[in-house]
T-cell receptor, first 110, second 113 residues
């Protein structure tokens, strides 16, 4: 699977939007972009995924650049419960699991 | 929440002893995965299963074996535990594998003394 690059940490204020960037310049045409998050002392939790078009769900939005070499996870109104490590993962076809990097540690200030 | 349980949740054992961790699902998902998570590393895939009796190796499979005799259970065995296998182990399930999301269990914290 191709590699992703994320900032080690980001800080935001409660009730403000958060934009988490991810660079994936070597993405292939069949790679899906997945985002997971991991709250303290819990297993990872699926957030959202997409291929080419922007995607929205109840948790977040995913904005994908036109050339697909980068993407941004958007939390529209951060709460303290959104403090977690966020992982951007490229998933090619096949059932062989996910490749996690170190992710972005998101800190939410009250 | 997806119906995934892991047992035991915590275990302390000694070097050289065999250990089996169990992942149980009630979702009837076809695909099941075992990962380990260590400080300074993201999750790393140990083994996965794409059906009953169908398993394959992941990135860090040395020292581990798995078995899946029925859809709902995926067992991870450390034949002879070593201190380097001290870690948090997560099980995950997926219904279509390729592009669909994985649902993770609560984890098992294993300490090998």
């Amino acid at each position: 699977d191709a590699k992703t690059t994320q900032p080690n940490s980001m800080e935001s204020n409660e009730e403000e939007p958060v934009h988490l960037p991810c660079n994936h310049s070597t993405i292939s045409g069949t790679d899906y972009i997945h985002w997971y998050r991991q709250l303290p002392s819990q297993g990872p939790e699926y957030v959202i995924h997409g291929l080419t078009s922007n995607v929205n769900n109840r948790m977040a939005s995913l904005a994908i650049a036109e050339d697909r070499k980068s993407s941004t996870l958007i939390l529209h109104r951060a709460t303290l419960r959104d403090a977690a490590v966020y992982y951007c993962i490229l998933k090619r076809g096949g059932a062989d699991g996910l490749t996690f990097g170190k992710g972005t540690h998101l800190i939410i200030q009250p | 929440d997806a119906g995934i349980t892991q047992s035991p949740r915590h275990k302390v054992t000694e070097t050289g002893t065999p250990v089996t961790l169990r992942c149980h699902q009630t979702e009837n998902h076809r695909y099941m995965y075992w990962y380990r998570q260590d400080p300074g590393h993201g999750l790393r895939l140990i083994h996965y299963s794409y059906g009953v009796k169908d398993t394959d190796k992941g990135e860090v499979s040395d020292g581990y074996s798995v078995s899946r005799s029925k859809t709902e259970d995926f067992l991870l065995t450390l034949e002879s535990a070593t201190s380097s296998q001290t870690s948090v182990y997560f099980c995950a399930i997926s219904d279509r594998g390729r592009y669909n999301e994985q649902f993770f269990g609560p984890g098992t914290r294993l300490t090998v003394l």
